[in-house]
Nanobody, 125 residues
């Protein structure tokens, strides 16, 4: 059984930084896409960043240049380094992973089979 567990969410002030982590257990998806998505109540889910098995990354327009996605396959862990945080980054952040070969971009969340429970990020001005 695949389980994704996010951590690292917190409340920070504008301009601050956070590093999110997602540990995947029961997952043998080193060759597959993983990503971060976020959602605010009442709004659609938004793609933040994805990373494919070859290291190819994609980023949402609003976070490009501020966020960096990375993965450590040996530790089955996905990371999201978030710098220069803004109030509009406030959301629940979810880790997701594909169950097989799939598209891998911030608009392709439908292609990802496994999802974590989320970690809350709150940025105050």
């Amino acid at each position: 059984q695949v389980q994704l567990v996010e951590s690292g969410g917190d409340s920070v002030q504008s301009g601050g930084s956070l590093r999110l982590s997602c540990v995947a257990s029961g997952y043998n998806g080193r060759r597959y896409c993983m990503g971060w998505f976020r959602q605010v109540p009442g709004k659609e889910r938004e793609g933040v960043a994805t990373i494919d098995s070859d290291g190819t990354t994609t980023y949402g327009i609003s976070v490009k240049g501020r966020f960096t996605i990375s993965r450590d396959n040996a530790k089955n862990t996905l990371y999201l380094q978030m710098n220069n945080l803004k109030p509009e980054d406030t959301a629940m952040y979810y880790c997701a992973a594909a169950g097989g070969p799939s598209r891998c971009d911030v608009y392709g969340y439908h292609a990802l089979s496994y999802w974590g429970q989320g970690t809350q990020v709150t940025v105050s001005s």
